[in-house]
């Protein structure tokens, strides 16, 4: 069973950066995507941003340009790199990866790690 473990959420002021990172275990191999969603309260579950196996990206409009998505097949982690970061961005973020290239749905999710930004 994939096991998804993230770190690095935390409190920031406005402006600041973060990293969050996502280990993925017991995979098999590398994940074909892996992507971040988060949760901000009251809030549905939004995406966030996409890393498919392949290098190619999708990025959410509003972090185009702050965020940066990146993995290592070889440790099968994802990492989110987290600049300009505003109070609108605080949320759970949670880890999510497929085992299909292709598609809208993920099979595994991590349990989130809160990312607080204050005015």
């Known amino acids: 069973q994939v096991q998804l473990v993230e770190s690095g959420g935390g409190l920031v002021q406005t402006g600041e950066s973060l990293t969050l990172s996502c280990v993925a275990s017991?995979?098999?191999?590398?994940?074909?995507?892996m992507a971040w969603y988060r949760q901000a309260p009251g809030k549905q579950r939004e995406f966030v941003a996409l890393i498919r196996s392949n290098g190619l990206t999708n990025y959410i409009n509003f972090v185009a340009g702050r965020f940066t998505i990146s993995r290592d097949n070889s440790t099968n982690t994802v990492s989110l790199q987290m600049n300009n970061l505003k109070p609108e961005d605080t949320a759970v973020y949670y880890c999510a990866a497929a085992e299909t290239l292709w598609g809208t749905t993920y099979s595994y999710w991590g349990q989130g790690t809160q990312v607080t930004v204050s005015s």
């Open positions: 017991e995979t098999g191999g590398p994940l074909k995507r």
